[in-house]
């Protein structure tokens, strides 16, 4: 059985009679999967599934429990394309935050989260046959996203002893008469990468010489550590034309159940994008606009509410990754690891056992009760990785990795 087929039978078997070839050839991934099969372990810890901590601040709650007993509107449909209100606060977010002019009515419309935008903006560009170069690690979704599209997902090794660096040669030498677009996630789920200035560049002057698309998935554009330089792939002029960006409210402001973001590109793709969007969604909630809305009111660039929660938000989870990466060095023995530079994820190499990624996510779920996310669905250089999330507090923290040295200390 290869991985793929291990990879979509964890917890339960599939009868695809019937089925479309489009749906069969995907699966769930396993982000979403650990977490299902956690439901039956008493007690387990999670350092799987991608979810702050923190609840949503009371600046947005507060906005939005008036909202309910006042506004009928609010449970009813928006316009399509969203609010107008929330596209113009976005379009002003979007100007201080990446120094973007952006056009609020024709290069933007709000969608049910940063993955509808990328799930409609794949359908948009891509066709059947089409390659899509994706890093290898990469977010689980984006690949399923390709071949629902019915593309062909090409996968280019991250340089991952240069800290999960892009390989603008490899790029370069993957491209073929199909290639349609190129996908980046930066900062980067699951390895923390994020991408330098130099080879964001020397991508987007790739897939403008190629006249390909970059989609760009910026849903942690907020956390980054250390001061790294960081650099929006929609703040290259010279790529809006062939720009598909992907933008999310979840983890900036702790609302990832409320499901809502944006996508930004030109008119031309907006257009055909909204055509995917009403089929699948009409309208992203009503009520989770109101919620972006109360955010982005709430958020100035300096000294606002939502400025000081994104700070704090910010210093928090840079205190869990020194954290994470203090209990890893306690492993030395399973893992090695690159430090994240971003996002909320460490992606350490098991070094210790000669075990894959699947069985070592199995065992430490049944054995150790801490719930982990295996490489092996992040694309082929995923495997042989682990995916631990920050995102816990620091006791779920403590308590997880202190289960895992015990783990590691009899099985291993």
Not at 104 to 122: D, N
Request: aromatic share 10%; proline share 4%.
């Amino acid at each position: 059985m290869d991985d793929r087929s291990v990879y979509k039978s964890i917890g339960r078997e599939e009868d695809l009679k019937g089925i479309s070839r489009r749906v069969s050839q995907i699966s769930v991934s396993a982000i979403k999967q650990m977490p299902v099969l956690a439901r039956e372990v008493a007690g387990a810890v999670s350092l799987g599934q991608g979810i702050p901590s923190f609840g949503t601040p009371a600046f947005i709650t507060k906005v939005i429990s008036e909202a309910l007993t006042k506004d009928e509107w609010i449970g009813k449909y928006s316009l399509q394309p969203g609010l107008p209100e929330l596209k113009h606060e976005i379009a002003r977010y979007l100007r201080w935050k990446k120094g973007i002019s952006v056009d609020a009515e024709t290069e933007l419309f709000v969608s049910c989260g940063a993955m509808e935008a990328l799930a409609a903006g794949i359908a948009t560009v891509v066709d059947r046959g089409d390659e899509v170069l994706i890093p290898t690690p990469n977010y689980a979704s984006h690949i399923e996203q390709v071949l629902f599209a019915e593309g062909i997902p090409v996968f280019v090794p991250l340089l991952e002893e240069q800290g999960w660096r892009l390989d603008v040669e490899g790029f370069r030498k993957a491209i073929t008469k199909k290639t349609r677009a190129i996908i980046i996630c930066n900062p980067m789920n699951p390895t923390g990468a994020v991408f330098s200035k130099e080879d964001l560049l020397a991508v987007a002057q790739l897939a403008l010489e190629k006249d390909l698309f970059v989609i760009a998935d910026e849903a942690y554009d907020f956390l980054i550590y250390d001061n790294h330089e960081y650099l929006s792939c929609a703040s290259i002029p010279e790529l809006k034309d062939r720009l598909i960006g992907a933008f999310s409210f979840s983890k900036m402001y702790c609302m990832t159940g409320w499901r809502v973001g944006f996508m930004y590109a030109s008119s031309k793709i907006i257009n055909q994008a909204l055509k995917v969007h009403d089929a699948f969604a009409i309208c992203a909630p009503t009520v989770s606009q109101c919620a972006a809305l109360a955010a982005l009111r709430a958020t100035n660039g300096k000294d606002g509410p939502g400025d000081n929660f994104i700070k704090n938000l910010v210093h928090a989870l840079g205190q869990r990754r020194e954290l994470t990466c203090a209990r890893l060095d306690r492993l030395k023995s399973l893992f090695s690891y690159q430090i994240p530079r971003g996002a909320y994820y460490v992606f350490p190499k098991i070094v210790g056992s000669k075990i894959n990624s699947m069985e070592l996510a199995i065992r430490l779920l049944y054995e150790a009760r801490v719930i982990s996310i295996p490489g092996n669905g992040f694309g082929p250089s995923g495997e042989g990785h682990i995916r631990f999330s920050f995102g816990g507090t620091e006791d779920e923290i403590n308590t997880a990795f202190d289960r895992i040295e015990e783990w590691a200390q009899i099985n291993l």
